[in-house]
């Protein structure tokens, strides 16, 4: 079974709109990490928000936050005031547990957000 | 930005032949990471390391070795390069378990091509 899930592939929004990019997630532990990756066309990994399970708040940096809904297993990404510069792939992913030395990501398959001005 | 670099940053090289890459960081992190990214499967770890000499295996480690002999750098090697292995290499790093400290910083990638 999928542990991280992106329902969309590709995503098209106009300049200035709210986005919100789907994530949901599968664990048992009740010990996790969220994040969000931004990866543009020239191809860098660029961390954008973490979420941990036991945070009160949803967590917010800049112009992302995350829509964090624990009994729902939901992790969305919420960009406001989009530009045409957050046209890129987003990747969201899971660290589950904490297992000795093991910090492995979990990886989504990614959504393709394009910006139209 | 985290200082990860990663050398060479293109590579095309011949099926047989060994190849290395180097990841190497000036934050002093503890964990270290080997990725590849392919189209259709994201991204997915190959091996990473958690201390000087202290290693692991990830989900695609199957002709793949690494070597960490100091804090800094973290090599992986291809041991006899085939044309599946022709993908876009990315190092990544962090700092410690718990809270945003585990957050992992990628390097800039490698593209190699396996003729």
């Known amino acids: 079974a999928q542990k991280i899930t992106q329902t969309q592939p590709g995503m098209f929004v106009q300049e200035k709109e709210a986005v919100t990019l789907d994530c949901t997630y599968d664990t048992s532990d009740p010990s996790y990490g969220l994040f969000w990756y931004k990866q543009p066309s020239s191809g860098e990994m660029i961390f954008l928000i973490y979420q941990g399970s036991y945070d009160q708040q949803n967590a917010t940096e800049g112009r992302y936050s995350l829509n964090f809904q624990k009994a729902r297993k939901s992790a969305n990404l919420v960009i406001s005031a989009s530009q045409l510069g957050d046209s890129a792939m987003y990747f969201c992913?899971?660290?589950?547990?904490?297992?000795?030395?093991?910090?492995?990501?979990?990886w989504g398959a990614g959504t393709k957000l394009i910006i139209k001005p | 930005d985290a200082g990860i670099t990663q050398s060479p940053r293109h590579k095309v090289t011949e099926t047989g032949t060994p190849v290395t890459l180097r990841c190497h960081q000036t934050?002093?992190?503890?964990?270290m990471y080997w990725y590849r990214q392919d189209p259709g499967h994201g991204l997915r770890l190959i091996h990473y390391s958690y201390g000087v000499k202290d290693t692991d295996k990830g989900e695609v480690s199957d002709g793949y070795s690494v070597s960490r002999s100091k804090t800094e750098d973290f090599l992986l090697t291809l041991e006899s390069a085939t044309s599946s292995q022709t993908s876009v290499y990315f190092c990544?790093?962090?700092?410690?378990?718990?809270?945003?400290?585990?957050?992992?910083?990628f390097g800039p990638g490698t593209r190699l091509l396996v003729l």
């Open positions: 934050e002093n992190h503890r964990y």
């Open positions: 992913a899971m660290r589950e547990g904490y297992s000795g030395s093991n910090y492995q990501l979990i």
């Open positions: 990544a790093i962090s700092e410690r378990p718990g809270g945003q400290t585990e957050t992992q910083y």
